[in-house]
């Protein structure tokens, strides 16, 4: 079973900088499209970055676009996601998934992950 744990969320002020990162457990994480998705309160899950089995090539969304990295060590089985210049917008839950279809450019739509972590924490104060 595959199962997908996040760590790194917390609370820092605006301008600072945050790294999260996703454990995968159950498979290799090589086999996986990776995704960073974030819900703010009474908002939809959005999509954030995505980056393709091997690293080569990574996607997102305009919104962070120049302030977050997201990265990939496949030997440690972990995704990360590096976010600074961080912003009171920022706040929200953030969660990895895990898309098994091994596309060359990730793909940015919710449905099409397939696992998901619980989700950790991220608030910027002003």
């Known amino acids: 079973q595959v199962q997908l744990v996040e760590s790194g969320g917390g609370l820092v002020q605006a301008g600072g900088s945050l790294r999260l990162s996703c454990a995968v457990s159950g498979r290799t994480l090589s086999i996986f499209t990776m995704g960073w998705f974030r819900q703010a309160p009474e908002k939809e899950r959005e999509f954030v970055s995505a980056?393709?089995?091997?690293?080569?090539?990574?996607v997102y969304a305009d919104s962070v676009k120049g302030r977050f990295t997201i990265s990939r060590d496949n030997t440690k089985n972990t995704v990360y996601l590096e976010m600074n210049n961080l912003k009171p917008e920022d706040t929200a839950v953030y969660y990895c998934a895990a898309d098994r279809t091994p596309w060359v450019v990730p793909r940015s739509t919710r449905a099409e992950y397939d696992y998901w972590g619980q989700g950790t924490q991220v608030t910027v104060s002003s």
């Open positions: 980056i393709s089995r091997t690293g080569s090539n990574t």
